[in-house]
């Protein structure tokens, strides 16, 4: 974890109230993917709390690290960050939380998927990058509640580029752009096919789509780790504001872990849904 202060390179609009920003930071930095970062601009007073906000893509230099973060306007510290320009300077704290566990798929372990929803999106490009050089085929499902026809969601070009266009399904439930539905309606078609069940599912979005995805998981004996965004004062495990409820498997006891130290990526079989707020995610 380093605490420091990075430059803005650029800060984009980019899809529908979605921004890409990207950062320069004067040291070596090697983040795995679904980790995240906590940023403010160092100008500003208010908010006084960082947001989290996790890692799109890394690209070491001889003299640092660029990193590229897209994220949507939701609340003041993103509108607050929206109006950062090239120059400015941002506090940042980070890599911080576990990512995605990718380390012992091969390509004949089999094909992965990834499942978005949303501004879940980006937490997912990091892996399609690790996967994809490590000669996994990976295909990536999106959805969105709309989306103007004229439009792509944010990133998903830099997935087209990488995955090809014919890995990636994108819906949105009134029809916009892609498929009309859920994102996990083609999902539960392609596990219910069983022609290329997939070796793992990795997943990130809002919460009835993760627990959706956990009871496909377990219908269709398929582990899947999804990454869980909470709300976060400090980002590294001191202020407990972002604790969600797990259950032990052996014991079936349900305790609490932080976002922020022990995710944002878990087990999908973890997470005792029953007892998480719908605003966990």
Not at 93 to 101: A, K, T, V, W
Not at 187 to 205: D, K, M, S
Request: hydrophobic letters at 40%; charged letters at 25%; aromatic letters at 8%.
């Amino acid at each position: 974890m380093i605490e420091t202060r990075a430059t803005v390179v650029s800060n984009d609009p980019e899809g529908q109230n979605y921004w890409r920003l990207r950062l320069s930071l004067k040291i070596p930095l090697r983040p795995q993917p679904g980790q995240f970062a906590m940023l403010r601009p160092s100008d500003q007073i208010e908010p006084i709390l960082r947001r989290a906000f996790v890692f799109y893509r890394v690209k070491e230099r001889d003299t640092g690290t660029d990193c590229e973060f897209i994220y949507k306007i939701v609340g003041r510290g993103t509108q607050q960050l929206r109006r950062a320009r090239p120059g400015d300077t941002i506090d940042f704290l980070g890599p911080l939380g576990r990512g995605f566990h990718f380390e012992t798929l091969t390509p004949s372990t089999g094909e992965v998927y990834l499942v978005s929803g949303g501004v879940g999106l980006p937490a997912l490009y990091m892996l399609a990058e690790e996967l994809s050089l490590r000669g996994i085929h990976v295909k990536l499902f999106h959805g969105e509640a709309t989306a103007r026809p004229e439009m792509e969601p944010a990133g998903l070009s830099d997935f087209t580029l990488l995955l090809g266009r014919e890995a990636i399904v994108c819906t949105t439930e009134d029809g916009s752009f892609g498929r009309r539905g859920l994102v996990t309606e083609p999902l539960e078609e392609e596990l219910r096919q069983g022609a290329t069940c997939p070796a793992r599912i990795f997943a990130c979005g809002p919460s009835a789509m993760l627990r959706e995805i956990t009871r496909l998981s377990r219908e269709f004996r398929v582990p899947a780790e999804i990454s869980v965004e909470a709300a976060m004062g400090c980002g590294f495990g001191v202020c407990l504001g972002c604790v969600v409820p797990v259950r032990d498997c052996t014991t079936h006891r349900v305790t609490f872990k932080r976002v922020c130290i022990e995710g944002p990526v878990f087990s999908a079989d973890e997470l005792a849904w029953e007892d998480l707020p719908a605003s966990a995610s």
